[in-house]
Nanobody
Framework: QVQLVESGGGLVQAGGSLRLSCAAS????????MGWFRQAPGKEREFVAAISWSGGATYYADSVKGRFTISRDNAKNTVYLQMNSLKPEDTAVYYCAAWLGPAWRRTATDYDYWGQGTQVTVSS
């Protein structure tokens, strides 16, 4: 079992930045590839970014490429999402997820464990 707890969400003006964190406990964190997803009201959950278990490979949705950066610190059992140049359309609940495998995945159903989510609101 893996428990995931997100933090770092909040209210920010357009153009601002936030850094989300996801702390993991349970099985060996470095055994899991990690992903970030988001869900806006009335919309389906969508992929944002993912990182391999070593941190050597990353992948981003086109909508966030060049603005968001995913990273991980396996010594701290934590994955991060640095979000810059935020836009109102980035407003959503952000979730981190883990799956027991080495490579990144962009499909939500591939992931085994999910956090409870953290709200990000970007005002115009």
């Amino acid at each position: 079992q893996v428990q995931l707890v997100e933090s770092g969400g909040g209210l920010v003006q357009a153009g601002g930045s936030l850094r989300l964190s996801c702390a993991a406990s349970g099985r060996t964190f470095s055994s899991y590839a990690m992903g970030w997803f988001r869900q806006a009201p009335g919309k389906e959950r969508e992929f944002v970014a993912a990182i391999s278990w070593s941190g050597g490979a990353t992948y981003y949705a086109d909508s966030v490429k060049g603005r968001f950066t995913i990273s991980r610190d396996n010594a701290k059992n934590t994955v991060y999402l640095q979000m810059n140049s935020l836009k109102p359309e980035d407003t959503a609940v952000y979730y981190c997820a883990a799956w027991l495998g080495p490579a990144w995945r962009r499909t939500a159903t591939d992931y085994d464990y999910w956090g409870q989510g953290t709200q990000v609101t970007v005002s115009s």
